[in-house]
T-cell receptor
Framework: GAGVSQSPSNKVTEKGKDVELRCDPI?????LYWYRQRLGQGLEFLIY????????KSGLPSDRFSAERTGESVSTLTIQRTQQEDSAVYLC???????????????FGPGTRLTVL | GENVEQHPSTLSVQEGDSAVIKCTYS??????FPWYKQELGKRPQLIID?????GEKKDQRIAVTLNKTAKHFSLHITETQPEDSAVYFC????????FGKGTMLLVSP
């Protein structure tokens, strides 16, 4: 079946502009995660959605970052007034979380490479 | 929150040798520890994971060990092959994952 997809694959923007990144999780996956990966670095957790529960926003680096998810489907990550330090690959992942096992494998999308000039 | 440290940052081995990557974590509530492999320009992919009720897990040439008391876990790759060359990330957590900074493994023929 289809895996996690993200769009666009690449985004170049000018400093100060807003950008919106999209993630389509695997159908039926109730959990969705956003990460940021700077060049040569590890994955930095940004936000976590689980079903209809309030999202865990503890990883968002500033109030310029926000994310939404409609039900258990598509999610969008919005970065307002982009800065050069926002340049990174933004990865989305989804998993089939269950009540008895809060953790299951996270399947990653291909990422969106954001470049802020 | 959770803090995951990973060592070494780079590891070079000869084909056929073993490779070991070590991670420590800080939050005793963490109960899930996956390892991901990321090839250049590609997405991370799970290679093995372990839960806190298990001390060791093996899958062919790959094994992971977990010491809950010491809060550390390790990835062992035996009989390394050039195609094992990649960046490996450990992670730990409960409802969310904290990732280590990665280990670049280079296997020379």
């Amino acid at each position: 079946g289809a895996g996690v997809s993200q769009s666009p694959s690449n985004k170049v923007t000018e400093k100060g502009k807003d950008v919106e990144l999209r993630c389509d999780p695997i159908s039926g996956h109730t959990a969705l995660y956003w990460y940021r990966q700077r060049l040569g670095q590890g994955l930095e957790f940004l936000i976590y959605f689980q079903g209809n529960s309030a999202p865990d926003k503890s990883g968002l680096p500033s109030d310029r970052f926000s994310a939404e998810r409609t039900g258990e489907s598509v999610s969008t990550l919005t970065i307002q007034r982009t800065q050069q330090e926002d340049s990174a690959v933004y990865l989305c992942a989804s998993s089939l979380a269950s009540s008895g096992s809060p953790y299951n494998e996270q399947f990653f999308g291909p990422g969106t490479r954001l470049t802020v000039l | 929150g959770e803090n995951v440290e990973q060592h070494p940052s780079t590891l070079s081995v000869q084909e056929g040798d073993s490779a070991v990557i070590k991670c420590t974590y800080s939050d005793s509530a963490s109960n899930y520890f996956p390892w991901y492999k990321q090839e250049l320009g590609k997405r991370p992919q799970l290679i093995i994971d372990i839960r806190s009720n298990v001390g060791e897990k093996k899958d062919q040439r790959i094994a992971v060990t977990l010491n809950k008391t010491a809060k550390h876990f390790s990835l062992h790759i035996t009989e390394t092959q050039p195609e094992d060359s990649a960046v490996y990330f450990c992670a730990g957590g409960y409802s969310t994952l904290t990732f280590g900074k990665g280990t670049m493994l280079l296997v020379s023929p």
